[in-house]
């Protein structure tokens, strides 16, 4: 669970670094796990290149959402892209979906898409592209330096660089973060920066000039609410419950729960399946 501190300096400590056959086990591993989780939650993509915008999905084919200057833009599943004139709130930081406090009724969800401004095809095409380069970061070529790990505001994370083509190149860099109370193995994807680039429909490595740089996170349903908290909240509140059932000695004698996003998934999970 993260804490803040207000007048305190930030101090960030550095770990010791994975040897090369543990780096890619675990890059892997949890690149996968990453994917698999976060298509179970409502996802959240914060974007500050190739352009600045804000990506929403809901799980099994659910309603999509692309904020940006121009407005948001809203889709069902099935139904194409429309537009309503309701801009991104500006200076989102790249780690916003992950740190920062924020509720949104779980209902407007039902509404994305449902009314609004149809769109021209060059639109709808580089909407589309934003979401590939989103799903391609978490399928990028695993040649990998080992990681640096550290600790800084509650978080521990691990940092991976890949290694460039050439000596002129951009390497791909990804980081993985959790609460350092979070015991388990697995650990989310949240940052992504690399050159990748459009050719044609798929993705491809690019150059120097096609850098994206990608912040991720995801929103959970608060149970019997009709409300969804962001990561960051969600994790405070499971952190509570913990506190909470420690101190009543229900926890005494067992394992120790699971990690705020397992626990996700499985609320995810059930959430689903009541509804099919």
Known sequence: MRKTFIGVAAISILLPVMVPAQNAKFAADNLKYSRDFYSTVHFVAIA????AFKYDRYP???PERVQCDAGTYLRQRGKPWVHVDQKMRSGLPINYAEHDRYVMTFA?????????DPIDDQTSRKLDNWIKLVDAAFNVSL???PAEKSEHEGRVQWIFEGLPKDANGVPNRLTFRKPISDSTEHVLLHEFSGPLR???DK???GTA?????????????VPEQEYEVSEAAWEEMQGARENKDASSGRQSGKSLPAAPHRR????????SSSKE
């Open 209 to 221: 000039t096609d850098v994206v740089r990608l912040g991720f996170g995801y929103m959970m349903r």
């Open 48 to 51: 500050e290149s190739p352009e």
């Open 143 to 145: 040649d990998l330096k």
């Open 60 to 62: 099994s084919g659910g």
């Open 264 to 271: 996700a998934a499985g609320h995810a999970a059930k959430q």
């Open 203 to 205: 993705v491809v490595p």
């Open 198 to 200: 459009l050719e044609g």
């Open 108 to 116: 407007l969800k039902d509404d994305w898409g449902q009314s609004g």
